[in-house]
């Protein structure tokens, strides 16, 4: 019984982190058998395959009874379109993905998020989850091969595949160069991986799995500006054709957005593109002029423009 009860309890604390984080999610489906906290309704549907409508209509959230944390969130990405989400640290900026993903259900008379028009609570949870790929802030890696990390995208993917996907993130130039190849081990207990080649592990996972919806959580930390130039140019790539939800920490990345949500203590205060929200000369104006700031104090002379 002790024996049974350790690995429980490690899963279970170990799900609460992942879940938390956002970080590894392929783990999370494993995990999810042992652990549904959010469960399909008895007649759930599969979400029909194809593009994407995303639609948050009025949605209020809070973790706890006590505490609201979103309210009344209302925007929509249209299939095939990228919003991206500011704002600062503890707006409700992640809890937005997490909803999205059903990590969570929006509170009972909160509103309703919808794909396509149905409410992703009567959807069954693998045909959700299916539709959506992660592009995680750090990615776990698992202590095996970086041929199986990258295949974690799509299990049935050929190695021919596996190649093509690590070659558009930009990782195989990196990988051949290992001793072994796509061979080596990576991991805790393998060679580590810089927060930037991790994110490119991610990106090649997210191109194998090729969903219709795709979620990218921006690195807080400070990637070095090529390695942060080089992958956003990637996401970007990537996010053409896909429904995108950007959760953005440096404006610079985000400024062709159709659309920007600033969002302030769980409310979205301004929303428009990045024109439009300059010539506003609200929050956003002030964050851009700020970061514009802290960039030029950043960047050495030689790179001044
Ligand atoms: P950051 O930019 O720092 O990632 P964020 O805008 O993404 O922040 P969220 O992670 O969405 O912010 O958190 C919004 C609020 O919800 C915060 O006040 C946070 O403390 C609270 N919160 C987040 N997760 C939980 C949880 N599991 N239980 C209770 N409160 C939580």
């Known amino acids: ?46 979400l029909p395959a194809g593009p994407c409508e995303v639609r948050f209509q009025q949605v209020n959230f809070g973790y706890e009874r006590s505490r609201q944390i979103l309210f009344d969130v209302d925007f929509t990405i249209p299939a095939g379109g990228r919003v991206a989400v500011v704002g600062h640290s503890g707006s409700g900026k992640s809890t937005l993905a997490r909803l999205l993903y059903r990590f969570y259900d929006v509170n009972e008379g909160g509103g309703r998020i919808t794909i396509n028009g149905h409410d992703i609570r009567r959807l069954t949870q693998d045909s959700l989850r299916g539709a959506i790929g992660i592009v995680p802030q750090d990615t776990v890696l698992f202590n095996d091969s970086i ?10 993917a050929s190695a021919a595949e596996v190649e093509t996907a690590s070659r558009a993130a930009q990782l195989h130039d990196f990988v051949q160069k290992l001793p072994d190849g796509y061979a080596t ?3 805790e207990r393998g060679l ?13 996972r997210a191109l194998l799995k090729n969903p219709p919806i795709l979620i990218f959580d921006e690195a807080t930390s400070a ?17 053409r054709g896909h429904t995108t939800l950007v959760i953005a920490h440096r404006l610079s990345t985000i400024m062709d957005a159709d659309q920007i949500l600033v969002m302030e ?8 593109s ?16 700020l970061q ?3 960039d030029s104090a950043e960047a050495p002379p030689e790179n001044a423009v």
């Not at 990637?223 to 130039?229: A, G, I, N, P």
């Open 265 to 272: 203590a769980g409310r979205i205060i301004e929303r428009g």
């Open 292 to 294: 514009a700031q802290e």
């Open 223 to 239: 990637l070095d500006s090529r390695t942060e130039q080089a992958i956003q140019g990637q996401l970007e790539q990537i996010a």
């Open 274 to 289: 990045h024109a439009e929200l300059l010539a506003l000369d609200g929050a956003y104006a002030q964050m851009w002029a």
């Open 147 to 156: 041929h199986y990390n990258i295949q974690y995208g799509r299990v049935s």
């Open 185 to 187: 081990k990576v991991g």
């Open 192 to 204: 580590k991986l810089s927060g930037g080649e991790k994110q490119r592990v991610a990106i090649a």
């Open 1 to 46: 019984m002790i024996q049974l009860y350790i690995p429980l309890n490690f899963l279970g604390v170990l799900y609460r982190e992942i879940r938390q984080s956002l970080t590894d999610i392929e783990r999370m489906f494993a995990l999810m058998d042992t652990h549904r906290e959010v469960a399909d309704v008895p007649d759930a549907v599969a």
